[in-house]
C-alpha cells in the first residue's frame, strides 16, 4: 500500500524566510511522488516529481524537494518565501501496482508574513 | 485552452435529488480520476478510470457513479444526494504509467440543502 503523511497542517513563516514543508511516504514498492499547491478556490498544480532519477528535484516557483530513501522523506523546500507562496501544499504518492492512482496526504497550509 | 475541465463550478441542490457532474479533458491521456476535498482539504481518491479498467474506492458510496462515454469525458452521477456529500469535487487525468503526474480541473463546489 501506498500513503503519505504531512507532518504540520499549518506552517507559518516570515517573508524572506526559508519553507520546508515535509512529507513521508510509505510504499511497497519504488514510489513516484509529487508535490502540488493549491490556490484558494482553484484546482492543484504540480510544482515538482520524483520519478526515480535525480534525487533532488527543481520545481516551479523557486521551490524544490530532496527524495531520501534512507528516510522515507520527500520534503519540499524554497529559500525565501513570498507572499504569493501562500496557499496549500499537497504531497502525493503513486505506483503502478496501485492502478496508477494517486494517494494525496493532508496538506499543509502555507502562511507567509509580511 | 483548458486541459481538464469541469462543469458546473457550482451545484447547489436539494438533498434527494440526482445530479451529475461532467469533465472532459483534451491531453489525449488515458486515465481519469475523480477526487472529493472535504471542508478539512482532504482530498480522497473515489474513482480512476481508463478503458480498460474502473477501479473503486470501496468506502465510496454506490450511489456515486463515473460515466465515461469516450476517453476523453468522466461524468460523476450522484444519486439520492445526501447532506454529507457537500464538498469540492475535482476531475483529473493522467496517462498510465509510471512517474506521469495527474492535472486537475477546477474543482465543482456542491452544496446540498
Known amino acids: 500500500a501506498q500513503s503519505v503523511t504531512q507532518l504540520g497542517s499549518h506552517v507559518s513563516v516570515s517573508e524572506g524566510a526559508l519553507v520546508l514543508l515535509r512529507c513521508n511516504y510509505s510504499?511497497?514498492?519504488?514510489?513516484?511522488l509529487f508535490w502540488y499547491v493549491q490556490y484558494p478556490n482553484q484546482g492543484l498544480q504540480l510544482l515538482l516529481k520524483?520519478?526515480?532519477?535525480?534525487?533532488l528535484v527543481k520545481g516551479i516557483n523557486g521551490f524544490e524537494a530532496e527524495f531520501k530513501k534512507s528516510e522515507t522523506s520527500f520534503h519540499l523546500t524554497k529559500p525565501s518565501a513570498h507572499m504569493s507562496d501562500a496557499a496549500e501544499y499537497f504531497c502525493?504518492?503513486?505506483?503502478?501496482?496501485?492502478?496508477?492512482?494517486?494517494?494525496f496526504g493532508t496538506g499543509t497550509s502555507l502562511t507567509v508574513i509580511p | 485552452d483548458t486541459a481538464v475541465s469541469q462543469t458546473p463550478k457550482y451545484l447547489v441542490t436539494q438533498m434527494g435529488n440526482d445530479k451529475s457532474i461532467k469533465c472532459e479533458q483534451n491531453l489525449g491521456h488515458d486515465t481519469m480520476y475523480w477526487y472529493k476535498q472535504d471542508s478539512k482539504k482532504f482530498l480522497k481518491i473515489m474513482f480512476s478510470y481508463n478503458n480498460k479498467e474502473l477501479i473503486i474506492n470501496e468506502t465510496v458510496p454506490n450511489r456515486f457513479s463515473p460515466k465515461s462515454p469516450d476517453k476523453a469525458h468522466l461524468n460523476l452521477h450522484i444519486n439520492s444526494l445526501e447532506l454529507g456529500d457537500s464538498a469540492v469535487y475535482f476531475c483529473a487525468s493522467s496517462l498510465t504509467g509510471g512517474g506521469t503526474e495527474a492535472f486537475f480541473g477546477q474543482g465543482t463546489r456542491l452544496t446540498v440543502v
Open positions: 520524483y520519478t526515480s532519477a535525480a534525487t
Open positions: 510504499s511497497s514498492v519504488p514510489p513516484y
Open positions: 502525493a504518492v503513486s505506483a503502478p501496482v496501485t492502478g496508477n492512482q494517486f494517494y
